[in-house]
């Protein structure tokens, strides 16, 4: 069982990047799929799920507006459209599966599997 994140990367403020994390291993369409980060010295933060389906999101209040999650069942993927970067946004992001019984929110039970992370910098 793996989750592989990739995309992150090094960004000036106000720019954009999109954050891909393949499943590997499980039924990828059982799970709800969530991003969350870590900013260095700090606790891990939601950021928002997809439902199995794709059909439904929710967000952290931080990032609503300027992030997007989307998911392609088909290629064992989801993915996070990240827009208007600032400073605040550097953290390591991370993909994790919860149980599609659970709800979407940003609690976190119900998580089965948590990949590695991917970096994202934004500094000028």
């Known amino acids: 069982v793996q989750l592989q994140a990739s995309g992150g990367g090094l960004v000036q403020p106000g720019g954009s990047l999109r954050l891909s994390c393949t499943a590997y291993?499980?039924?990828?369409?059982?799970?709800?799929m969530s991003w969350f980060r870590q900013a260095p010295g700090k606790e891990r933060d939601f950021v928002g799920i997809?439902?199995?389906?794709?059909?439904?999101?929710y967000y952290a209040d931080s990032v609503k507006g300027r992030f997007a999650i989307s998911r392609d069942n088909a290629k064992n993927t989801v993915y996070l459209q990240i827009n208007s970067l600032n400073v605040d946004d550097t953290a390591v992001y991370h993909c994790?599966?919860?149980?599609?019984?659970?709800?979407?929110?940003?609690?976190?039970?119900?998580?089965?599997?948590w990949g590695r992370g991917t970096q994202v910098t934004v500094s000028s």
């Open positions: 994790a599966a919860r149980r599609a019984r659970y709800g979407l929110g940003p609690s976190t039970i119900g998580y089965d599997y």
């Open positions: 997809i439902k199995w389906s794709g059909e439904s999101t």
């Open positions: 291993g499980f039924t990828f369409e059982n799970y709800h």
